[in-house]
């Protein structure tokens, strides 16, 4: 039986979803964020050394990062679902599948981060916080952030989906980068992203993973 370990408000809802759209029999342990740090609880480690989310544990095997889980899972129970089609497809399949967690979540994170520092810090050295962030922002953070996304609208706008055509594991993997461009950005400038995850948001199983993990970023 697969368990995924689910922690609040995570990149784990990608697990979810493709459960849900392979139709598994899975179970879901959930875990909340300390209210605090909005880290992981320390319950985590004693699945994995990590002790991050998501982890999926399938019989004895133990499985931590969700494009290894997704490759994992499709390759074991997928029957070709979810898979490219075609040289092109195939293409576009791996490299959108290691975009996710490789260009495109470091200037969304550092965003975050110093985002939640410029705002946090004591009021004695609030403006030379806000000074270094928004410096920082000017020449790293915003410059990649544009480019990353503008790739992705571009994309889009010959493609259905990251891999061509029909929707992939490469979709998946790039719904929470999608979902947090949109927080963070807004997307009136990208019309293609809003129309692709307006209709990744239509699918019911995509509804589901919501009903069943909770919204997948905080307010």
Known sequence: MITIHHLEQSRSHRILWLCEELDLEYKIKKYKRDPVTMLAPASLKKVHPLG????????????????????????????????????????????????????????????????????????????????????????????????????????LAKNSYFAGKTISGADIQMCFVVEAGEKQLGYRKFPNLQKYISKIRERSSYQNALKLGGKILPD
């Open 52 to 155: 991050k989310s998501p982890v999926v544990t399938d019989g004895d095997s133990v499985l931590a990062e969700s494009g290894a889980i997704i490759e994992t899972l499709l390759e074991k129970y997928g029957n070709g679902k979810l898979l490219p089609n075609g040289d092109q497809s195939q293409i576009d399949y791996r490299f959108w599948m290691h975009f996710a967690e490789g260009s495109a979540m470091t200037p969304l994170l550092l965003s975050l981060i110093f985002s939640k520092i410029s705002k946090d810090a004591p009021f004695i050295v609030k403006p030379i916080t806000k000074a270094i962030s928004k410096k920082v922002d000017e020449m790293l953070i915003a410059p990649n952030l544009q480019a990353n996304f503008m790739l992705m609208e571009n994309h």
